[in-house]
């Protein structure tokens, strides 16, 4: 069984950073792509960033140079960077894997993350 395990959300100002965590159990972790989601009340989940099973990154827009997806492999870990944040980036993120884009077979509980202004 996949289980996937989010830390490292809280409440922060803007302009500061954050890195979260995502932990995952129950199969080969290397095969998979993994992606970071979130969603803010009231909207619908959306794509902040992927990283294919090779380590190839993407990110929307909105984050663009200011998000740093990465994994590592051998610790079945994914990790997001967050710098500069901004209080449109308030939301619950959600850690995700799956085979094919968009990498989600699988969903994780979620952190919130909090950016006051």
């Known amino acids: 069984q996949v289980q996937l395990v989010e830390s490292g959300g809280g409440l922060v100002q803007a302009g500061g950073s954050l890195r979260l965590s995502c932990v995952a159990s129950?199969?080969?972790?290397?095969?998979?792509?993994m992606g970071w989601y979130r969603q803010a009340p009231g909207r619908q989940r959306e794509l902040v960033a992927s990283?294919?099973?090779?380590?190839?990154?993407n990110y929307a827009d909105s984050v663009k140079g200011r998000f740093t997806i990465s994994r590592a492999n051998a610790q079945n870990t994914m990790y997001l960077q967050m710098k500069r944040l901004k209080p449109e980036d308030t939301a619950v993120y959600y850690c995700?894997?799956?085979?094919?884009?968009?990498?989600?077979?699988?969903w994780g509980q979620g952190t919130q993350v909090t950016v006051s202004s």
């Open positions: 990283i294919s099973s090779g380590g190839r990154p």
């Open positions: 995700s894997r799956g085979r094919f884009y968009p990498y989600t077979d699988y």
């Open positions: 129950g199969s080969t972790f290397s095969i998979d792509g």
